[in-house]
């Protein structure tokens, strides 16, 4: 099992920032990627960043150059790093953890941009 409870959420002006950050707990070595989804109302859940154990990143082309994905495997962490932020980008915002048998997530935090 792995518990993941993510912070960081807020409100912000647009062109502004924020990190989120995701606490991973239990069977830390059964993970091998996490990932960060987001949900804006009315529409599905889309993927967002995502960090193999590896290191290796990849992010969705509406968040490219903006939003930066790490890892500190030391303290059992996922950061998000969000710059230049835009009112699309408006949501909440998921931290998932993906095992070879199962996918867990956490309950979000809600990241608003409004001027």
């Known amino acids: 099992q792995v518990q993941l409870v993510e912070s960081g959420g807020g409100l912000v002006q647009p062109g502004g920032s924020l990190r989120l950050s995701c606490a991973a707990s239990g069977s830390i070595s059964s993970i091998n990627r996490m990932r960060w989804f987001r949900q804006a109302p009315g529409k599905e859940r889309e993927l967002v960043a995502v960090v193999t154990s590896g290191g290796i990143t990849n992010y969705a082309d509406s968040v490219k150059g903006r939003f930066t994905i790490s890892r500190d495997s030391g303290k059992n962490m996922v950061y998000l790093q969000m710059n230049s932020l835009k009112l699309e980008d408006t949501a909440v915002y998921y931290c998932?953890?993906?095992?070879?048998?199962?996918?867990?997530w956490g309950q979000g935090t809600q990241v608003t941009v409004s001027s």
């Open positions: 998932n953890a993906v095992t070879y048998s199962d996918v867990y």
